[in-house]
């Protein structure tokens, strides 16, 4: 019976990485550009905005505007991909306000933790070691690990079966449409970060993850 009775209050909370942990957009912008550059495309923020967050095979024929075969898809994502982790190391980066906190007090808590995120499993190792997050996470849910990206739910799915908890009681953190999308296909409750003028159908909604209430995770999934 405690066996039992421990699965049932067994509780989740899925992390997207960009603009809920952390803010790297600008690193991902000029790495993006600079890319593009040697490409011959000249990209502007307007459609590197449109299509941040989602995964590089679907980004680079966006930006290129036609197909692409599986080598030049790999070569120039490995080629903007090497760039950006060069900016991390160099530049450095800042967990984003309130983040810190919820980290400790969350795992306090009892809560499973993920990264679910459609950034290459290289790029989530340097920022969580650059940050030095990686003791909240049980696990890493990374864009090698699923086959389709944010909207469909996988990545989500996927995460709450390693963890061995029903989505419905996992909590996304996300702060894009996308990603929004994903957690509610999922059938997972929502905390969405405003990071522009865009509406988020989220359960909470907030523009610092440092507004939340004390009780905000506890309230969408209560033990």
Not at 48 to 56: D, E, I, M, T, V
Not at 86 to 112: D, F, N, T, Y
Request: proline share 5%; charged share 30%; with cysteine.
């Amino acid at each position: 019976m405690a066996s039992t009775e421990a699965e049932q209050n067994r509780r989740a909370v899925l992390w997207d990485l960009d603009g809920t942990l952390l803010d790297s957009a600008q690193h991902h912008w000029l790495a993006w550009h600079d890319s593009m550059a040697a490409e011959g495309v000249e990209l502007t923020y307007e459609h590197f905005l449109k299509h941040f967050g989602q995964r590089n095979d679907v980004t680079i024929p966006e930006y290129l505007g036609r197909t692409v075969s599986p080598d030049e898809l790999a070569r120039i994502s490995d080629a903007k991909e090497n760039h950006y982790r060069r900016m991390v190391r160099e530049r450095g980066i800042e967990l984003l306000p309130g983040v810190g906190p919820w980290l400790k007090r969350l795992k306090a808590g009892g809560w499973k933790q993920a990264i679910a995120s459609s950034a290459p499993r290289l790029n989530v190792d340097v920022i969580v070691d650059t940050l030095k997050i990686r003791c909240y996470f049980d696990l890493i849910v990374s864009a090698e690990d699923v086959r389709r990206g944010k909207p469909d739910p996988e990545i989500f799915l996927e995460a709450a079966s390693r963890l061995a908890v029903p989505p419905g009681r996992c909590v996304v953190v996300e702060d894009a449409p996308a990603g929004v999308e994903a957690a509610r296909r999922a059938g997972a409750r929502i905390i969405a970060v405003l990071t522009s003028q865009q509406t988020l159908n989220a359960d909470v909604v907030v523009r610092r993850l440092d507004e939340l209430t004390p009780n905000a995770f506890d309230e969408l999934v209560p033990r």
